[in-house]
C-alpha cells in the first residue's frame, strides 16, 4: 500500500524558514511525480508544488517562486520542500502528494505555524 | 489563473438522497482535466473522480461526474453515512492546478 508520511512542520517567525520532509513507500517512488499541497483550516487545499520524476521539472504557486524550492532524493525515496521567508498567511497543514495532476496518495500532513 | 467556484457551499440531506454538487470554472478546463476529492474531518483529501468522468480506484459506483468546458457535476446517487463529508473539484490543465472551496454535505 502505498504512503507518504511528512516530517518537518514546525513553529517558525515570520521571514524564517521550515524545510518539509516526506518519505515515501509502497509504490515505485522514482516512476511518479510528487507534489506538495497546502490547507488552511476551513479552506480549500492550495497547490505549491511539483517536482517531476527525474527531478528536473519544478513547478511552484506564484507566491511561492524564488522563496520555495522542491526537491527529491530517488535512492531514498525522499521529497522535500525548502520554504524561506515565510509569511503568517503561510499556516497551513502541508501535504505530500503522489502525483502531479491528479493526485492519489496524499500523507497525513505536518502543520507549519508562521507567528 | 483559473478559478473554480463550487455551488452550493452546503448541502443538507438525508441518508438514501441523490446529491449534486457543482463546480463552474472561470475559463475551459483544457482536457476535461478536473478531479474531485472528497474530505472528512480530520484526514486529507481523497481522490473520487479524475478526467471529469473517471472513479479512482476504490471510488463507489454511487458517485459519478459529468460535464465539459467549464461546468462539471459530482453526483452521489443514494447518500450513505460514510458520504457526509467536504466535496472539492480540482482543475489540473495548465499550472497552477488550483482546488475550489468546496461544498459541505452535511445530515438532515
Known amino acids: 500500500e502505498a504512503q507518504l508520511v511528512e516530517s518537518g512542520g514546525d513553529l517558525v517567525q515570520p521571514g524564517g524558514s521550515v524545510r518539509l520532509s516526506c518519505a515515501a513507500s509502497?509504490?515505485?517512488?522514482?516512476?511518479?511525480?510528487m507534489s506538495w499541497v497546502r490547507q488552511t483550516s476551513g479552506k480549500g487545499p492550495e497547490w505549491v508544488a511539483t517536482i517531476s520524476q527525474d527531478g528536473t521539472d519544478k513547478y511552484y504557486v506564484d507566491s511561492g517562486k524564488g522563496r520555495f524550492t522542491i526537491s527529491r532524493d530517488n535512492v531514498n525515496k525522499l521529497v522535500y520542500l525548502q520554504m524561506i521567508s515565510l509569511r503568517v498567511e503561510e499556516t497551513a497543514v502541508y501535504y505530500c502528494v503522489k502525483g502531479a495532476r491528479t493526485m492519489d496518495v496524499w500523507g497525513k500532513g505536518t502543520t507549519v505555524t508562521v507567528s | 489563473d483559473i478559478v473554480l467556484t463550487q455551488s452550493p457551499g452546503t448541502l443538507t440531506l438525508s441518508p438514501g438522497e441523490r446529491a449534486t454538487l457543482s463546480c463552474r470554472a472561470s475559463q475551459s478546463v483544457s482536457g476535461n482535466y478536473l478531479a474531485w476529492y472528497q474530505q472528512k474531518s480530520g484526514q486529507a483529501p481523497r481522490l473520487l473522480i479524475y478526467g471529469a468522468t473517471n472513479r479512482a480506484t476504490g471510488t463507489a459506483d454511487r458517485f459519478s461526474g459529468s460535464g465539459s468546458g467549464t461546468d462539471f457535476t459530482l453526483t452521489i446517487s443514494r447518500l450513505e453515512p460514510e458520504d457526509f463529508a467536504v466535496y472539492y473539484c480540482q482543475h489540473y490543465g495548465n499550472s497552477p492546478w488550483t482546488f475550489g472551496q468546496g461544498t459541505k454535505v452535511e445530515v438532515k
Open positions: 509502497g509504490f515505485t517512488f522514482s516512476d511518479y511525480w
